[in-house]
C-alpha cells in the first residue's frame, strides 16, 4: 500500500476547540446524544453535499476528533480532568493512509472504529439521511428465512430482523452472499433517539472462494473481524518486522449482543456499475451450537497466537540487537587490528 499522503488522524486540529462546543452537546450529555450530535454533523460535512465547500472535509476532521475524544470513556474522563494536555502523551495520532482515495471522501466515515482508521468508502448522503430521518422502507426478515435481491450502486434495501427473548440469549448471525461476486456491504443501524436509525457497524464483502460474502454475529462473546486496512498500516510502518503484524488487524466487533425486539440491517450497493445481486439470511445460533463453539474456539486460537507474534518479535528483537552488538565488537576489533602496525624483528 503506498504511503504516498500520510496523515494524522483523526488529525489533530492545530488550534484545537472544545469537543463539545464542537459537538454542541453538554458536558454531562449521554452517549447517545453524542453520537446522535456526530451523525448529524458527519451528514453536514458529507462530501456529497459538500463539492463546492473545500472547508468541509477540515471541519469533519475536527468534529471527528472531537467525537473520537468523547465517544471513548477512557478518553473522555481524560479531557475532563485535565483538558487536551492529559490525552497528548496518549498517542491520539493514528496514522491513516489516505494514498488510493480522495481525502475527503477518507476524512468522512459515519463511524470510526475504535482505532480512528475510518472506513474504506462512504455510504451515501442519501442513504444516511433517510434512515436517520426514518423514512425507509423496511422489509422484514424473519429468523431461519432469507431474501434475494439487486441493490443499485449506493442505494441501501433494509431489512428488520425481528428476535424474541430465547432467540436473543442463543444469539443471532446476520449473512449475506453473493453468488454473482458482488461488491456491496452489511450495515447495521441502531434505533436513533430521534425515532430514525444511526449506523453503528458496517462489514465490507470479501471474498470467500466461489462466492463474496460478509456476516455480523452476536453470540454474547467478543467477536473479531480483520480489518486489511489496519494490517496494512501497521506492516507499512514497520516492514522490517511486517511478518509479526499479520494479525494486528484483529478488530474486536463493537456489538457482540442484540436484544429482543426489532433490528435493522441493509444491504448496500457497492460496486461501481452495476447493481449488487445479493441474498441476506437471518439465523438463530441456537441450532448451530456447535459450530458457535467452533468458532469461540477460533477466535480464542487467533487471539493466542497474536500474544505468541508479539512475543516472538520481542525474542526476535532481543536476538536481533544482540547480533548486532556483536557484528559492530566485531567490526570495530577488526578496524583497530589492521590499523595496528606489526613490527618485524
Not at 107 to 119: N, R, T
Amino acid at each position: 500500500m503506498g504511503m504516498g499522503s500520510k496523515m494524522e488522524g483523526p488529525s489533530t486540529p492545530a488550534n484545537r476547540r472544545d469537543p463539545y462546543e464542537v459537538l454542541s452537546v453538554s458536558r454531562d450529555s449521554t452517549d447517545q446524544e453524542i453520537k446522535t450530535a456526530y451523525r448529524k454533523l458527519a451528514l453536514k460535512y458529507h462530501p456529497d453535499k459538500n463539492a463546492s465547500n473545500p472547508e468541509a472535509s477540515e471541519l469533519f476532521k475536527e468534529v471527528a476528533y472531537s467525537y473520537s475524544i468523547l465517544s471513548d470513556p477512557e478518553k473522555r474522563r481524560q479531557y475532563d480532568s485535565a483538558g487536551f494536555e492529559a490525552l497528548d502523551a496518549d498517542s491520539m495520532d493514528m496514522e491513516i493512509d489516505l494514498s488510493n482515495l480522495g481525502t475527503v471522501n477518507t476524512m468522512f466515515a459515519a463511524l470510526f472504529s475504535k482505532l480512528g482508521v475510518p472506513i474504506k468508502t462512504t455510504i451515501s448522503a442519501n442513504v444516511l439521511e433517510e434512515a436517520l430521518n426514518g423514512t425507509v422502507t423496511v422489509r422484514p426478515l424473519p429468523i431461519g428465512t432469507s431474501v434475494s435481491g439487486k441493490v443499485e450502486k449506493q442505494c441501501a434495501h433494509f431489512f428488520g430482523v425481528t428476535i424474541n427473548e430465547q432467540q436473543a440469549e442463543s444469539g443471532i448471525v446476520i449473512r449475506v452472499t453473493s453468488t454473482a461476486q458482488s461488491k456491496f456491504k452489511l450495515l447495521y443501524f441502531e434505533q436513533d433517539v430521534n425515532g430514525g436509525y444511526g449506523l453503528a457497524l458496517q462489514e465490507d464483502s470479501e471474498k470467500t472462494g466461489k462466492v463474496t460474502s460478509a456476516g455480523m454475529y452476536f453470540l454474547h462473546f467478543q467477536v473479531y473481524r480483520m480489518d486489511s486496512t489496519v494490517n496494512a498500516l501497521a506492516m507499512a510502518k514497520d516492514p522490517e518486522g511486517a511478518f509479526f503484524k499479520r494479525l494486528e488487524g484483529l478488530q474486536p466487533c463493537e456489538v457482540s449482543e442484540l436484544k429482543a425486539g426489532t433490528h435493522i440491517f441493509a444491504v448496500y450497493g457497492d460496486n461501481f456499475f452495476k447493481t449488487a445481486s445479493y441474498t441476506i439470511e437471518a439465523v438463530c445460533a441456537k441450532s448451530y451450537e456447535d459450530t458457535t463453539q467452533k468458532l469461540k474456539d477460533v477466535e480464542a486460537q487467533i487471539l493466542r497466537k497474536r500474544n505468541e507474534l508479539r512475543q516472538f518479535e520481542a525474542e526476535y528483537r532481543k536476538a536481533l540487537a544482540r547480533y548486532q552488538e556483536v557484528t559492530d565488537r566485531y567490526t570495530k576489533e577488526k578496524q583497530s587490528a589492521t590499523s595496528r602496525p606489526y613490527h618485524c624483528h
